[in-house]
């Protein structure tokens, strides 16, 4: 079992090594971060709005354009993991199937939460530890303490590194450019 994670981990960090000399928090074309249609997107985007990302984490989640700058952002730093945890805990809330439940639980166990998981998110060990006790029966909530723990580590540690980002003042200077 271990020898055909190895594989899975080392493919992983060739590609994440790979994209080092790729890096930057520079977006000069913002084609690549912008869902839907970039240029009419960046066009609709207004100052104000890209402005108010900057009063609250939850304001930019809440933006469909704040999330995706936010996921790009997240990417240079090999850190979109925790984002996507938290996106497929908002996904999850919404299930209303019972069968759906337990599959879609243990699918977002394995790939955020377990030890090794392949974009594990880093929490606790009593967070996890919680989690996994939560499995054996899933319920909505199975997965509210780990989801709060990343969003508090987001808010805290990321957000704040976003707003001072390349990417975030770019965006904002194409914006008040587009005014002028």
Same mark, same amino acid.
């Given at each position: 079992?271990?020898?055909?994670?190895? *594989? /899975? /981990?080392? %493919?992983?960090? /060739?590609? %994440?090594?790979?994209?080092?000399?790729?890096?930057?928090? $520079?977006?000069?074309?913002?084609?690549?971060?912008?869902?839907?249609? *970039?240029?009419?997107?960046?066009?609709?985007?207004?100052?104000?709005?890209?402005?108010?990302?900057?009063? $609250?984490?939850?304001?930019?989640?809440?933006?469909?354009?704040?999330?995706?700058?936010?996921?790009?952002? #997240? +990417?240079?730093? !090999?850190?979109?993991?925790?984002?996507?945890?938290?996106?497929?805990?908002?996904? !999850?809330?919404?299930?209303?199937?019972?069968?759906?439940?337990?599959?879609?639980? @243990?699918?977002?166990?394995?790939?955020?939460?377990?030890?090794?998981?392949?974009?594990?998110?880093?929490?606790?060990?009593?967070? %996890?530890?919680?989690?996994?006790?939560?499995?054996?029966? *899933?319920?909505?909530?199975?997965?509210? @303490?780990?989801?709060?723990?990343?969003? $508090? #580590?987001?808010?805290?540690? $990321?957000?704040?590194?976003?707003?001072?980002? +390349?990417?975030?003042?770019?965006?904002?200077? @194409?914006?008040?450019? %587009?005014?002028?």
């Amino acid at each position: 079992m271990a020898a055909l994670l190895i *594989p /899975r /981990r080392n %493919r992983g960090m /060739r590609t %994440r090594l790979g994209c080092l000399s790729h890096k930057s928090d $520079s977006y000069n074309d913002f084609t690549a971060i912008l869902p839907d249609k *970039p240029n009419r997107a960046l066009k609709r985007l207004s100052t104000e709005e890209a402005s108010r990302w900057a009063d $609250s984490f939850d304001v930019l989640l809440s933006h469909k354009y704040g999330l995706a700058a936010f996921r790009a952002f #997240l +990417k240079t730093e !090999f850190s979109e993991e925790n984002l996507e945890f938290w996106l497929a805990c908002e996904d !999850f809330k919404k299930t209303r199937s019972a069968a759906k439940l337990a599959s879609k639980a @243990q699918r977002i166990f394995e790939e955020f939460i377990d030890v090794q998981a392949p974009r594990e998110v880093n929490i606790d060990f009593q967070t %996890r530890e919680l989690t996994r006790r939560n499995m054996q029966e *899933p319920s909505l909530s199975c997965f509210d @303490q780990a989801q709060g723990k990343v969003h $508090s #580590l987001m808010e805290k540690d $990321s957000y704040p590194r976003f707003l001072r980002s +390349k990417i975030y003042t770019d965006l904002l200077s @194409q914006t008040q450019r %587009r005014l002028s």
